[in-house]
């Protein structure tokens, strides 16, 4: 397959999985301030900081209001990162390297790309469910003919690649959330708030009947971490998502013969997961564990571009 | 009714009936409602919006994807008509390409003075690397597109060869696929010839020119200048029917003067491109130097026979409209045969007293730009303002060598969905011929475009033309429907 082909599809699968995930993320942070006691940062704003936006907005981070948020994650079309960007640019390489993808494929993202203005709109009114709701449709659509129309080959996976250590990234963000928001001063760790502020955590990426499913016990903020990193059967956990990327790297080293630095941070960063457990993430730090996965698993992604001549 | 001009439908002069293959055709326009016309319209170029069926046009920032309009009135030919199109249009190809074998080689019909030397050897699209370079297996347009006229029942005219990278077969294949979506009970009534072959034709073409040392299963790519190009859907269309690898300059690197692409598993050899980018900026080391989307290398590769460029370098020449004048001379000196297909009489500005019967009647005539294409530069007399005729003198006296004129031609027209229901609009014909090692092939029909602008002759996509599906019928099919 041609690189340029490859990187194209490696970015189409992380461009889409960032759209998902940041509007989840607003979601998320939206819910967090109807919570009662909320105090500053809000909601908006914890998720804001823990998307990394904020090292790329162009204004004051700390006045930055709801609405001015919202539009520069999901409306600006000057942040790379913004919904619409994404989109955009996943379009653009679907358009690119439509030889490399089934119809089926290439029309959810053309539609998504045509109707988006549309749905926007909704927006305006006040209504961001609509808009997460339709982001989230679409994804769903992509991934229905991915599944159901691809071939089984490089082409898919190298979608699913991008997808998947975008996704490795964005739940490590997400767990993030909760280390920037502050609970309000008289309630403490375990309390309603705090308990609260986790549910809305799994609500947000779909995972609270998951949890429900796992745990019986009610929540605990260990067990919410621990599903969200360690678990196997759920399928955002940083877990699932590095065995899943190291999967793919060795059907491309098969069909390929192409090994290399990716393969090998790929397989460390898995023996690292499974060489811990909760207790010891939580000793030495939930925040600092978070933030070296990012730094692993950017790594890996510039090793994946450079084994794979992007 | 007022006398007009040749209708696909109703046929010509003062009596107009119903022409043979249409009629079943007429009877489905009376039991369909314009209205219900209108709605299926709009569906169809719904699906070419989603499905990404796009045209860029140039120079106009608004409307970055467009798409090109379509009518669903097909335009019908009948299956004997297009027999004889058809002998027309291999003769043509055929003579193209012994023409362009000859003037980069032995140059017989220079010495023979069938045409005068100036014309070739000054002509900007000739290429001198090509006097040196012998395209693998002697095939230069692997791919025209030669544009016909029709102005009665049996007159039929070529009005452009197009023999460098003629666009718009996609659209011919997508408007048939189209109206199978849309109609497909009037499609099964009609036994059209089919048109979807034309993809697997293209790479039977594209691997029989491999070059003789390339392997028994050649790698072909299509080189496309990418996705902001016009006609960008058209190559990922083409790559995605042949299999071919689509590819921009930069995937591909010479070395040791072979060409090869730039894969996940590392280089891979190309043996033929078929380029979708213009001579000019195949290679920045032989051609223009500011190119981005060629390939450094490209020409010494090529000279050296380890890869076959599809249409070869320097086939412009042959589209050139004062080499299109000369034409019938031309195909008679190599194929021993006048011209099937005739010409449009075309008057040479750069003869003197050619120039001056031009600058008298500009306002009657058509003036196109030798080296024009795409509707661009040219003048339609009878339709301009005073001022744009005046402004288009001035360009004519400036250079007239750069001119030809032909006379308005009475396009024929064919009936078209507008709101008001169907109305004549002036139609064109682009069919595609192809040439292999393997000998000349070419799919019944072609694009048929569409000028839909009420009394405009222009059918340009870039210039607001639209696109309709042709059909080939056989009478033999159609008399079983009139029963």
Known sequence: MLSRTASSLYWIGRHIERADFTARLIDAGLKFDMLPFSESPSGIQSAFEASGATLIYPGDKAKAKRKQIINFMCFDESNQSSVISCFGKARHDARAVRTALTREVFEELNEAWLNFKKVQNAVKNDDFGTFVSWVEDVVRGFEGALHRTMLRNECLWFIRLGAAVERADNTARLLDVKYHVLLPSKEHIGGPIDQAQWTTLLRSVSAETAYRWLYREGLVAWDVAELLILKQEMPRSLAACISEINLILSRLRSSNGRTGAADRKARAIENKIKGTNINNIFQSGLHEFLVQFQIDNNSLGHSIAEQFLF | ?483
């Open chain 2, 1 to 483: 009714m007022k006398k007009t001009g040749f209708d696909e439908m109703w046929g010509g002069g003062n009596t107009r009936s119903i022409r043979k293959p249409y009629l079943s055709f007429a009877k489905w326009v009376d039991e369909v409602s314009v209205d219900e016309m209108l709605v299926r319209q709009a569906s169809a170029e719904q699906i070419f919006r989603k499905t990404g069926i796009t045209f860029a046009v140039y120079s106009n920032d608004e409307a970055e994807e467009r798409i090109i309009p379509f009518d669903i009135v097909p335009r019908i030919i009948a299956g004997d008509e297009w027999d004889k199109l058809s002998e027309g249009l291999i003769q043509r190809a055929n003579a193209i390409n012994m023409f362009l074998s000859d003037i980069y080689g032995k140059k017989e019909i220079m010495k023979a003075g069938i045409l005068p030397e100036d014309l070739i050897y000054a002509n900007p699209q000739y290429r001198l690397q090509m006097t040196v370079i012998k395209p693998p297996h002697d095939v230069w347009s692997h791919i025209s597109g030669i544009d016909i006229v029709r102005t009665g029942a049996d007159e039929f005219f070529v009005l452009e060869d197009n023999a460098r990278t003629p666009s718009g077969v996609s659209y011919m294949l997508e408007d048939r696929e189209a109206m199978q979506r849309l109609f497909p009970s009037l499609i099964e009534k009609h036994k059209i010839r089919p048109v979807s072959q034309y993809t697997d034709y293209l790479i039977e073409t594209l691997r029989s020119v491999a070059p003789p040392n390339a392997s028994a299963d050649p790698m072909v790519v299509i080189l496309t200048p990418g996705p902001y190009n016009s006609a960008f859907y058209e190559h990922s269309f083409l790559a995605d029917r042949t299999g071919a690898e689509l590819v921009e300059g930069s995937d591909l690197f010479v070395k040791d003067r072979k060409v090869f692409m730039r894969t996940t598993e590392g280089p891979q050899q190309v043996d033929v491109i078929y380029r979708r980018v213009d001579d000019d900026f195949i290679d920045p080391l032989m051609f223009n130097p500011d190119s981005m989307l060629g390939v450094p290398g490209l020409m010494d590769a090529y000279a050296q026979g380890n890869v076959t460029i599809v249409n070869a370098p320097g086939t412009g020449i042959a589209d050139d409209k004062a080499i299109y004048s000369y034409m019938p001379e031309i195909i008679k000196f190599y194929t021993g045969k006048d011209a099937i297909i005739p010409n449009v009489e075309t008057y040479r500005c750069r003869e003197p007293d050619k120039l001056k019967y031009v600058n008298d009647n500009l306002d009657k005539l058509v003036v196109k730009l030798v080296d024009g294409s795409g509707g661009y530069g040219m003048l339609v007399g009878p339709t301009s303002t005073k001022a744009q005729i005046e402004d288009f003198r001035k360009a004519l006296l400036k250079e007239p060598h750069r001119f030809i004129a032909q006379p308005t031609l009475a396009l024929s027209t064919c009936p078209t969905l507008t709101e008001k229901g169907l109305c004549p609009r002036h139609v064109d014909l682009r069919p595609f011929i192809l040439t292999g090692s393997n000998g000349v092939k070419i799919v019944p029909g072609g694009l048929t475009r569409v000028a839909l602008t009420e009394g405009s002759l222009v059918v340009n996509s870039s210039q607001g033309g639209g696109t309709k599906d042709t059909w080939v019928v056989d009478e033999n099919n159609l008399k079983v429907v009139e029963e």
